[in-house]
């Protein structure tokens, strides 16, 4: 009689055999001594693996788990959009103990070097997303109060038509392969999307998902840009990104719709380098009213548009793009976070400062003539889109700046936040800065923690007699430090060097003093090496 | 660890995709909930081919990470378990792919405690069993990839040849061969540490 086969052993291990060959080995093992015998070894050796490879962290692991992913979901800037429910204590409700809790903290403290200053930094991004001054309908979202409107306009750019005047065939593999979109055809899509399964499914996550929306997370972040030289260049550095020129849109579109091709040539670059998103939206306050010339801007590039009269805009994200800032006078600044894949319409709400005068006269659009009267001098290239997509792309430094010196002062953001009461351009700076601190410390990236340190420079520069300077000064200190310890480098221990000193000399004593003196030594000592990099 | 343990959890087929259209459609809430179904299991797929708790630990999170992101296009009425261990495994790989190198090959220390105690009372026999396992796992470490998923999907977390297949996005036929080779191979590279087999 023939033995079993070590094909067939396995597969009757598993209970896999088909009935037929199943019956034939059950003869044969009954009398077959030999085949039993390893049978069982085979057993044996399974059961001595799973042994060997099953490890049971706990169960209070698993009771923080979901919060702990929440929090990497949310310092990825992905959790936003899902935070309506203003809550205090985790908005998915995901945090259920106190143990949980200290767990996040646990797992922030491991994932940064320095995790106290992380954690700071999440804790107050979370407070903004927290903030209920944004609500997001998607285009779909039932017909109600004001948002309607502002709804329909919203959809508006997303018709084909329009694209297809500017989209070459790259243009639409990435359209096709980020295929969510704006509304209705929300089904459809999901199939579109699965249909493309096959042609991505070789990226991590396999079959069901396709490249686009793993990008985010399928590699390292990318390496944050160069440093941003003095003057102010913030808002350029996604262009000079994407494009060394820094030239007029519709070339800096072309580029980015190359990206793909790029990204199937290099597979490593894959999943990152994927082109930028267009998303539309619009802008509007608490009653629905368009709220014209809101700085819409991407946290983690400084690329910026404002919006048009009727409140609309449009903005390029890049694959890293992951969360908007948007903000206007006579309204809180508010973070809205990316969900990469998304192409819904956005319709960002403001909340109007709480001041009621100021409050009230800017927001019925006190303010935004000015803005107004900046978008349309740097409106002269490619009127593409009647809708405010151009202004968008071009108008963002100047408004930015027109922004800051209208605005009222603002009402603290939160009890706790320092760098509430800076001025609003400076408040970006901030909001941009701790985005940048928050990826960075997930990243471990040295670039990134210096792009943080140049916009809090930067906001020291907006607001340097603000009693907030030497908190400023305090972060400044803290990102060098940080981007030193990730990669020790000479140049950084200089610069991480002379920015703590800055801060020591301005604040002779306290705590924060008696900290930040304490990283001088290594400081000095890394100042002194050779560079070894 | 069978399919019949993980069925325990609370939940019917009709919820779970109940919570998965939810999440989909934006329902945070709904996911975390997704992630508390599955949260073992997805640490238990990274912990078996990683055997390094905390390669495990981040690889079990960003899943859900990439999960959360991915979720509209998961078609509602597949398994979801296959589809978050497919994100695990392949995420897993990835990772040693990018060190270069391949998963510890010792036991853990935690690890190793935990079996001292689970072990019986005879301390020469738990010492034997401990000195196998460790050649176990530095077999198993030996490995290649696709072995070591076949192995980690079947023996620990017990799928079917089915969910195999929907995770490793590979024929059943091809399971089965691969299971049969990748047991074969772990028992003679056992019998080569070992002198033994298993």
Sequence with gaps: MTHLTESELSAHLDGALPPRDRERADAHLATCATCRDALARLAAQDRSLAGVLEHDPGETYFDAFAARVENRLRAAGLAGAQARAPRAGGAWGWLHSPRALTWVGAAAAVVVGAGVVMMTGREVEMQNLHRPNWTEHRAPAPPSEGTLRADKKAAAPQPPVTQDKESNAKNEVTRALGSNAPSAVGDLDRKAGAGHVVEVKRNEIGEEAPVTRERAFASPPPAAAPPVSEGGAVYARKERRAEPAGGAKPEMEKQQAERPVDALANPMTAQEATAAVRRCGTVHDASGRPVQGAQVIVAETGASVSSAADGSFCIEIPPNGRTLIAMAVGFEAGLRALPSGDRSALALTLRAVPVVGDGLALKTGEAAPESRLKLNSGTTSGQRDERSSDSAAEAPLGAAKGLAFSTPAPRAIAMSDPFAALPESARISVSTARILEVEAGRAKSASQYEGAALMWERALRQSPRSAAANDLRYQIALARNHAWRIEPIRERAIAALSSTSDFLVHEPAGPRHDEAAGWLDPLRWGATRASYR | ?198
């Design chain 2, 1 to 198: 660890m069978d399919s019949a343990e993980r069925s325990k959890q609370p939940l019917e087929a009709g919820d779970e995709a109940g919570l998965i259209v939810a999440a989909q459609g934006g329902d945070a809430a709904a996911f975390g909930r997704l992630v508390k179904l599955y949260q073992r299991a997805v640490y238990r797929v990274a912990y078996g081919i990683t055997r390094n708790a905390s390669d495990a630990d981040d690889l079990a999170q960003e899943t859900f990470v990439r999960a959360y992101q991915a979720i509209r296009r998961f078609r509602v009425g597949e398994p979801l378990h296959p589809w978050l261990a497919r994100i695990a495994v392949n995420l897993a790989f990835s990772l040693y792919r990018r060190r270069k190198r391949r998963p510890e090959t010792s036991l853990e220390p935690l690890l190793e405690a935990g079996r001292e105690f689970a072990g019986t009372d005879d301390p020469a026999e738990n010492v034997a069993k401990r000195e196998r396992d460790r050649h176990l796992a530095a077999a198993f470490a030996e490995l290649t990839e696709e072995h070591r998923a076949v192995l980690v999907l079947r023996v620990v977390e017990g799928m079917s040849y089915d969910e195999i297949a929907r995770t490793l996005g590979i024929p059943g036929g091809t399971v089965m061969s691969r299971l049969s080779r990748a047991r074969a191979d772990l028992k003679t590279r056992m019998k080569a540490r070992t002198g033994e087999s298993s």
